[in-house]
């Protein structure tokens, strides 16, 4: 099969678009033809060895989680998939070798949902990795009807979400993000609110209550500062900062989910929470997909698509 592998750590340079064996499944497993993956940053924070400690490679390593395309083979044990499936899902293992920038990739039934019929390809390839995150993140500190929420970088992939699913729950959601995104997340029925210096204040003008919650996604700081925004500790997570837990809020890593992955299509379905796909790369060109998400500039996500 065609990939995009690592042949040791590196970064984009060390990207190489290469024939591969397809993955080897067992009875437990389904096989996947892929339509479309999407980049996420701890892609190539794996592929750079920073996650080796806790998320080991093995070489050649495909790099990728998410997934979305069709059911071609099923282990002799698998119950409630079929051949011919459409699916979408988070793919994740404890050893990272075999990913989803890659026309295959073999997942175990509680990794992956179906893929309803309104939900386009790119957009099933963008969701599971932030959709997850955000959801089990709200999760984590409760949120729900009558909260005002605060969501640091409620402009990127997991905010942009995140703020959807909290407004869904009948949150009030205030997001800080640069100016260029303040239309963009007005159109959400998020207050925006510029970051940088000044922001505490800027944040007391609009909840001089305080905050109920917040979720980091950014890692700077931020975690204090929702804190001395009103939030509890206990209220605040983090999925960029492990330190939140010594003041005494929660961290979030990402774990597969199916029927996670269910209330996440059922929200779509309902129009209460859409996926911004900003860029498409053809497989092929993954190292440009990382150099445009490495800026960290991009709204939303960066998507990949597999012929």
Same mark, same amino acid.
């Given at each position: 099969m065609k990939a995009v592998v690592l042949p040791r750590? +590196?970064?984009?340079?060390?990207? /190489?678009?290469?024939?591969? @064996? /397809? @993955?080897?499944?067992?009875?437990? *497993?389904?096989?996947?033809?892929? $339509?479309a993956t999407s980049v996420n940053p701890v892609d190539w924070k794996v592929g750079?060895?920073?996650?080796?400690?806790?998320? @080991? =490679?093995?070489? @050649?390593?495909?790099?990728g989680w998410d997934a979305a395309g069709t059911?071609? /083979?099923? =282990?002799?044990?698998?119950?409630?998939?079929?051949? +011919?499936?459409?699916?979408? +899902?988070?793919?994740?293992?404890?050893?990272?070798?075999? =990913?989803?920038?890659a026309e295959y990739t073999v997942a175990e039934p509680g990794m992956i949902a179906p893929k309803p019929d309104v939900v386009d390809w790119e957009t099933a390839a963008a969701l599971p990795l932030v959709?997850?995150?955000?959801l089990q993140s709200l999760d984590a500190v409760r949120v729900k009807q009558g909260d005002t929420v605060l969501v640091h970088a409620a402009a990127g992939g997991v905010g942009s979400v995140a703020v959807q699913i909290a407004k869904a729950r009948g949150a009030r959601v205030i997001g800080t993000a640069s100016t260029s995104n303040h239309d963009y997340l007005l159109s959400l029925g998020v207050e925006p609110v510029e970051y940088g210096n000044g922001l505490? *204040? &800027?944040?007391?003008?609009?909840?001089p209550d305080g905050i109920d919650s917040a979720l980091d996604a950014v890692g700077r700081g931020e975690v204090d500062l929702s804190i001395e925004a009103g939030a509890d500790p206990g209220r605040v997570v983090s999925i960029a900062d492990p330190a939140v837990r010594e003041k005494g809020g929660k961290y979030v890593f990402v774990e597969p989910n199916?029927?996670?992955?269910?209330?996440?299509?059922?929200?779509?379905?309902? $129009?209460?929470?859409?996926?911004?796909?900003?860029?498409?790369?053809?497989?092929?060109?993954?190292?440009?997909?990382? *150099?445009?998400?490495?800026?960290? &500039?991009?709204? =939303?996500?960066?998507?990949?698509?597999?012929?």
């Open positions: 750590y +590196g970064g984009i340079q060390d990207l /190489e678009s290469t024939d591969v @064996p /397809e @993955p080897p499944h067992g009875p437990n *497993e389904v096989l996947i033809a892929l $339509k750079a060895g920073y996650l080796d400690s806790f998320l @080991p =490679g093995e070489f @050649p390593l495909i790099p059911i071609v /083979e099923t =282990g002799s044990a698998v119950t409630g998939c079929r051949v +011919g499936d459409d699916v979408l +899902g988070y793919v994740r293992r404890p050893v990272v070798k075999w =990913g989803t920038y959709g997850l995150t955000a505490l *204040e &800027r944040l007391r003008g609009l909840a199916a029927d996670d992955l269910r209330t996440l299509t059922d929200l779509i379905e309902a $129009k209460r929470l859409t996926v911004p796909v900003t860029a498409t790369f053809p497989l092929d060109r993954a190292a440009e997909a990382w *150099e445009a998400s490495q800026t960290g &500039r991009t709204r =939303g996500k960066i998507v990949l698509t597999i012929a």
